[in-house]
């Protein structure tokens, strides 16, 4: 299991957005440029990017989708629900 995560996410409000994102990074449209245009975090300027982080620091469900078991680089994990909306997370690299 991963010790630390440096993953990328698009959060949005419906889920519906959501799942056309997904499909839209799942078949080759830039996961960056989507998050720039589309997503309400402010990590958007950043192309989504959330950089390295252990568990412990994201809220659960986010979380817990970074930290599942079989997870590997490149992953496009959602949508998944939290508190905030739905976010569509891409696992950048494991450590």
Same mark, same amino acid.
């Given at each position: 299991?991963?010790?630390?995560?440096?993953?990328?996410?698009?959060?949005?409000?419906? &889920?519906?957005?959501?799942?056309?994102?997904?499909?839209?990074?799942?078949?080759?449209?830039?996961? &960056?440029?989507?998050?720039?245009?589309?997503?309400?975090?402010?990590?958007?300027?950043?192309?989504?990017?959330?950089?390295?982080?252990?568990?412990?620091?994201?809220?659960? &469900?986010?979380?817990?989708?970074?930290?599942?078991?079989?997870?590997?680089?490149?992953?496009?994990?959602?949508?998944?629900?939290?508190?905030?909306?739905?976010?569509?997370?891409?696992?950048?690299?494991?450590?």
């Amino acid at each position: 299991m991963p010790r630390k995560i440096n993953a990328s996410h698009i959060l949005v409000k419906s &889920e519906q957005e959501a799942l056309a994102i997904a499909y839209d990074v799942k078949y080759g449209k830039s996961f &960056e440029d989507i998050a720039r245009e589309k997503s309400i975090c402010p990590s958007k300027k950043n192309g989504g990017s959330l950089g390295w982080f252990p568990r412990g620091q994201m809220i659960k &469900e986010f979380e817990n989708a970074c930290f599942a078991p079989n997870v590997k680089k490149g992953d496009i994990i959602g949508p998944v629900k939290t508190q905030f909306g739905y976010h569509i997370i891409r696992i950048d690299d494991l450590q």
